[in-house]
């Protein structure tokens, strides 16, 4: 394995965001170049002046989270070129170790989510019962969240049903990049929930981030139906759905 | 080992651009770079690279002469990297 590749491995292993791009034809074919965002480098494909265009375009897609195919006119003529952006693994952030949040975590697990559910109470916070989450922390949500780094591949779903526990979460999560927040609770539970959070002093504009009700409208019933409707809903507005 | 990512879809497919498919010299495949359709393909594109062929570009869709074998049920059409790793 050449050094760049190497490098790229170690980054996606680490879960960072790296851009790796590499030469589909011609003489340079397979040479590879990978870029951070912060405009650090290692590697070449062939030619500096390529290798300074492929940067200021990878620099465009990094943030994008896009991978994408890319014609480059040089002095030997056209040069194609993949760059692949490498990105951490999105997390799924659940408060309530409840039963939807049980099923939440299986269906997150097999999209590639990273899963951590919260809960202040033992009772409900079991290995027994969570033993298929990445992490499973008993404690109240506005002392456990700021650790955490919620960032925008994060996604906040607030299941517990107790506005000791959820209203803390979601003053903290309104607040925070997070790119998707839902919370459980029906409309009259959630117009409830609104008023509580505007009088604490949130925004209209913070506040209307909450999706509630929650999940996609499949007439979801049964707590596994109910955790479908959430992923779907997700997954939804990550493609911008 | 070798790696196929996907590199560009015309049309419809069931992956996203920048899917990944890793082969070993053995011919175990980890990851998919389609529903199904071409991986058995890629893995003879990812064997002969690993015998010593160039890193190259394959093209599979309804367009291609082996269309019958590994052509795409989805009738989109999709270019495929493979490279030694």
């Given at each position: 394995m050449d050094e760049v590749f190497a490098a790229f491995e170690q980054a996606v292993r680490e879960a960072r965001l790296v851009a790796l791009a590499t030469v589909?034809?011609?003489?340079?074919?397979g040479a590879r170049l990978l870029l951070w965002p912060d405009g650090a480098k290692l590697g070449t494909l062939g030619d500096p002046?390529?290798?300074?265009?492929?940067?200021?375009?990878?620099?465009?897609?990094l943030p994008t989270l896009h991978s994408e195919r890319v014609t480059f006119a040089t002095a030997q003529g056209p040069v194609d070129v993949f760059i692949t952006i490498e990105m951490p693994p999105p997390r799924l952030v659940i408060i309530g170790a409840v039963h939807i949040a049980a099923a939440l975590v299986t269906f997150g697990k097999t999209l590639g989510y990273n899963t951590v559910v919260i809960d202040p109470r033992s009772a409900f916070a079991t290995p027994a019962r969570f033993g298929h989450a990445d992490r499973?922390?008993?404690?109240w949500p506005d002392a456990v969240l700021p650790a955490l780094g919620i960032d925008e591949a994060t996604c906040i779903v607030i299941l517990s049903h107790d506005e000791k526990i959820d209203d803390p979460a979601l003053r903290y999560a309104c607040r925070s990049p997070a790119r998707y927040i839902g919370a459980l609770g029906s409309r009259r539970t959630h117009a409830a929930r609104v008023e509580r959070l505007l009088g604490a002093g949130l925004t209209d504009e913070e506040v209307a981030r909450i999706h509630a009700p929650i999940g996609l409208n499949i007439g979801a019933r049964r707590p596994e139906e109910i955790a479908l409707a959430i992923m779907a809903e997700i997954v939804a507005t990550r493609n911008l759905k | 080992m070798a790696l196929a990512t996907l590199v560009k879809i015309y049309g419809s497919?069931?992956?996203?651009?920048g899917a990944r498919m890793a082969v070993s010299s053995a011919g175990e495949m980890a990851g998919s770079v389609s529903g199904g359709c071409v991986e058995g393909a890629v893995v003879q594109e990812a064997l002969?690279?690993?015998?010593?062929?160039?890193?190259?570009?394959?093209?599979?869709?309804?367009?291609?002469?082996?269309?019958?074998?590994v052509g795409l049920a989805c009738g989109g059409v999709i270019d495929v990297f493979v490279e030694a790793i």
């Open positions: 589909l034809a011609g003489p340079q074919v002046n390529l290798d300074i265009a492929v940067a200021v375009h990878a620099a465009y897609l499973l922390i008993a404690g | 497919a069931p992956q996203p651009v002969a690279v690993l015998a010593g062929a160039p890193p190259h570009l394959v093209t599979y869709g309804i367009a291609d002469e082996l269309a019958q074998s």
